[in-house]
């Protein structure tokens, strides 16, 4: 398995444009992450889903960001418009199960998104 | 709430053993995990420890996991640079719905 695929890896954008993120998790794998890593804050967690189905979006920041789950094998977090605070490192996981060892998470590579 | 902390930086020798510590707060988690990113990579799972255990060893790695203190350590044993990383701690959300709480992250910096 390709492991967690993400796109694109690095995105250069204007203040105010419409950007989206895309990955493919692992095959089989029932859930999948979204995360945010900056120097201030760390590791956050915007939302994960179940089955295609958004389970805890608490940690979606503002109305501006939205993510889907089209089907088992792609999901878009999408932010319109951006601001210069939004630039970071996204990542996508993905996990077999909820439960014990199954939970372990597989994260893609990031896209590094700078806003200017 | 649900919080996982960590030290944010340590600075050892090489070949000098390394001690990462981590605190969280819910005793009722069944899985506490290690994770690495290296730079400019996403975290990969470094290992794991059940809750009804004390310590797991994998080769130059050693967890150790304090239940009534609610303390987790990863010793980390004739220490690279190679080990140059970000290392977190992670506790499985106890009602077992998927979500891992990550701590903020130890940076660990190895000098030749």
């Known amino acids: 398995d390709a492991g967690v695929i993400q796109s694109p890896r690095h995105e250069v954008t204007e203040m105010g444009q419409e950007v989206t993120l895309r990955c493919k998790p692992i095959s089989g794998h029932d859930y999948l992450f979204w995360y945010r890593q900056t120097m201030m804050r760390g590791l956050e967690l915007l939302i994960y889903?179940?089955?295609?189905?958004?389970?805890?979006d608490s940690g979606m920041p503002e109305d501006r960001f939205s993510a889907k789950m089209p089907n088992a094998s792609f999901s878009t977090l999408k932010i319109q418009p951006s601001e210069p605070r939004d630039s970071a490192v996204y990542f996508c996981?993905?996990?077999?199960?909820?439960?014990?060892?199954?939970?372990?998470?597989?994260f893609g590579p990031g896209t590094r998104l700078t806003v200017l | 709430g649900e919080d996982v902390e960590q030290s944010l930086f340590l600075s050892v020798r090489e070949g000098d053993s390394s001690v990462i510590n981590c605190t969280y707060t819910d005793s009722s988690s069944t899985y506490l995990y290690w994770y690495k990113q290296e730079p400019g990579a996403g975290l990969q799972l470094l290992t794991y420890i059940f809750s009804n255990m004390d310590m797991k060893q994998d080769q130059r790695l050693t967890v150790l996991l304090n239940k009534k203190d609610k303390h987790l350590s990863l010793r980390i044993a004739d220490t690279q640079t190679g080990d140059s990383a970000i290392y977190f701690c992670a506790e499985s959300f106890s009602s077992n719905t998927g979500k891992l709480i990550f701590g903020q992250g130890t940076t660990l910096q190895v000098k030749p």
């Open positions: 996981a993905s996990s077999l199960s909820g439960q014990g060892v199954n939970n372990e998470q597989f």
């Open positions: 889903f179940n089955n295609n189905v958004p389970i805890d």
